[in-house]
């Protein structure tokens, strides 16, 4: 079955430590895009790739790295800059408006990464 | 500047009752794209729907509806007989264009449906 995946379900973060989140897609789609959600709030956008080895932050970038080295993966690095890294983080990816041509295309998500802060 | 404005948090509704999501955008362009995702506890979002700004029909699908009305800026959701499973957070969201020939997504900040049996 073609899907995103996200793993760990759960991570723990101890203070000064950077953790990698994993995003894993084989639906064949160019662009990958990772969200922060906040209770009560809705999703904002951290980084997002529309091709391999190439990314561009969104509105909430600082005190995050990302890589896109592989076409099915897109790995979220929460570095110490990130002082309150508490939250649900979700993937997502799109077929991309590279091969689409198109605005509004449709992003699909992966059950995504809750992060705590020990 | 875009922007999308769930004026409804939190709504109740008893089983088996109709009832109404509120989604108002806001956006200077003149084609753009919205959308409704539903996110269960589990948490992952499940795409609902897709419409863009020259489509102005209303569509169903199944007990689901949308009313898409660009004089008011408003592209409403309606479930009919709502059942338990329906209880989640529903988020409207809006395409926009970032530049680049990159477009984002602007989400709203979602309603929490609770349907009581």
């Known amino acids: 079955d073609g899907g995103i995946t996200q793993s760990p379900k759960y991570l723990f973060r101890k203070e000064g430590q950077n953790v990698t989140l994993s995003c894993e897609q084989n639906?064949?789609?160019?662009?990958m895009y990772w969200y922060r959600q906040d209770p009560g709030q809705g999703l904002r956008l951290i980084y997002y790739?529309?091709?391999?080895?190439?990314?561009q932050k969104g509105d909430i970038a600082e005190g995050y790295s990302v890589s896109r080295e592989k076409k099915e993966s897109f790995p979220l690095t929460v570095t110490s800059a990130q002082k309150n890294p508490t939250a649900f983080y979700l993937c997502?990816?799109?077929?991309?408006?590279?091969?689409?041509?198109?605005?509004?295309?449709?992003?699909?998500f992966g059950p995504g990464t809750r992060l705590l802060v020990l | 500047a875009q922007k999308v404005t769930q004026a409804q948090t939190e709504i109740s509704v008893v089983e088996k009752e109709d009832v109404t999501l509120d989604c108002v955008y806001e956006t200077r362009d003149t084609t753009y794209y919205l959308f409704w995702y539903k996110q269960p506890p589990s948490g992952e979002l499940v795409f609902l729907i897709r419409?863009?700004?020259?489509?102005?029909q209303n569509e169903i699908s199944g007990r689901y509806s949308w009313n898409f009305q660009k004089s008011t800026s408003s592209f409403n959701f309606t479930i009919t007989a709502s059942q338990v499973v329906d209880s989640a957070v529903y988020f409207c969201a809006l395409c926009r264009y970032s530049g680049a020939g990159s477009y984002q997504l602007t989400f709203g900040k979602g309603t929490k449906l609770s349907v009581i049996p």
């Open positions: 419409r863009n700004s020259f489509d102005e």
């Open positions: 790739s529309q091709i391999v080895n190439d990314f």
């Open positions: 639906l064949n789609h160019d662009a």
């Open positions: 997502a990816s799109s077929i991309g408006f590279i091969r689409q041509g198109k605005l509004g295309e449709t992003q699909y």
